[in-house]
């Protein structure tokens, strides 16, 4: 089984610049998940997608950052303008997310984008 | 809202010696997973627990999930410099939302 993809793997870019991340899940996972992780803090969820739904955003910086799943496979999550404070890896996960099923929300993480904003 | 609290948030210990990692949340939860981080790596799914004062073994990993659903350990009997990484509980709540915390970052002398 093919993993989570996620390019580019690094992306460094000036302040005020956009940049743009692509995740795409395990084939059959309706959920996916894209999460924010600063140097040594945990995974921090950013927004959460059921199918081409989003269940939640609510930590989501929506006068910079957006995210779609168009066609509720693959995704893609911008930010612009960028600050200093974006720096981060950016982590898109996914799940087979139906029901309560044993397993259905164990999340499957890619490699990660790290992004530098300088 | 929600928080998933860690501690502790550092562990150095030889190699040999266990090491125990605790997770607590302000509120009762439908289960909890963890996840372990290596060094530049991304989080991989290691169990969930779903059951009230649930325990399950993974050779010399144990997990517990406390009988009021609010809290879960992680304790790793003699550690080998394999063991070595962030160590990540992740809280499912009842509105889906998977929520992660802090982390355990352990080092190991060997």
């Known amino acids: 089984e093919a993993g989570v993809a996620q390019s580019p793997r690094y992306k460094i870019i000036e302040k005020r610049q956009s940049v743009a991340f692509w995740c795409n899940p395990i084939s059959g996972h309706a959920t996916l998940y894209w999460y924010q992780q600063i140097l040594g803090q945990g995974p921090k969820l950013l927004i959460q997608f059921q199918n081409n739904g989003v269940v939640d955003d609510s930590q989501l910086p929506k006068d910079r950052f957006s995210a779609e799943r168009l066609k509720g496979v693959d995704s893609t999550l911008k930010i612009q303008p960028a600050k200093l404070e974006d720096s981060a890896v950016y982590l898109c996960?996914?799940?087979?997310?139906?029901?309560?099923?044993?397993?259905?929300?164990?999340?499957?993480f890619g490699a990660g984008s790290r992004l530098t904003v300088l | 809202g929600q928080q998933v609290m860690q501690i502790p948030q550092y562990q150095h210990v030889q190699e040999g010696e266990d090491f125990t990692t605790y997770c607590n949340s302000s509120t009762t939860l439908s289960n909890i997973q963890w996840y372990k981080q290596r060094p530049g790596g991304h989080p991989v799914f290691l169990i969930q627990?779903?059951?009230?004062?649930e325990v399950k073994k993974q050779k010399r990993l144990t997990f517990q999930f406390g009988e009021a659903k609010k809290n879960s350990s992680l304790h790793i009997t003699a550690t080998q410099t394999t063991d070595v990484g962030t160590y990540f509980c992740?809280?499912?709540?009842?509105?889906?939302?998977?929520?992660f915390g802090s982390g355990t970052r352990l080092s190991i002398r060997p």
């Open positions: 627990l779903v059951k009230s004062g």
């Open positions: 992740a809280a499912y709540s009842s509105a889906s939302k998977i929520i």
């Open positions: 996960a996914s799940s087979l997310g139906r029901g309560s099923r044993s397993g259905a929300n164990v999340l499957t």
